[in-house]
């Protein structure tokens, strides 16, 4: 049994560094897909929802990557009261965004973006 740790943590300290630097690299390139659907979508709903879901996603990723790296125990809880301050306001901010933009009247796009336009773009 005691060769079995042995080995399970070398093996550990080899592979954590390839799967942190895997994870961190996912989590970036969920925030970079995030960051296209804020650019590319048409209305504010669309663009909060793409914003808020792969914000939390991508940073969650990011963060535990960053934890698969991290030194010590002390680094890694520091991440972890991260990641729950995140996981806290990342929601409530989309939220109150979302409300406000529903209380000043600010309405969804219904169907596909264009569709009461013809072919030379008038209506």
């Not at 925030?31 to 048409?42: A, E, I, S």
């Not at 914003?51 to 934890?67: F, H, K, N, P, R």
Request: with cysteine.
């Amino acid at each position: 049994m005691a060769d079995f740790l042995a080995n399970a943590h070398a093996f550990w300290e080899v592979a954590r560094f390839p799967a942190g630097g895997f994870l961190c690299l996912a989590g970036a390139l969920l925030c970079l897909v995030g960051t296209v659907g804020v650019l590319r979508f048409p209305d504010v709903y669309t663009r909060l929802h793409a914003a808020s879901i792969t914000d939390t996603s991508g940073a969650a990723l990011l963060l535990v990557g960053m934890m698969f790296l991290a030194p010590g125990w002390l680094v890694a809880a520091k991440l972890v009261a991260i990641g729950l301050f995140l996981f806290l306001t990342s929601p409530t901010a989309s939220h109150a965004l979302a409300n406000a933009a529903h209380t000043a009247g600010v309405q969804p796009i219904i169907g596909r973006v264009g569709a009461g336009t013809d072919e030379t773009g008038d209506a």
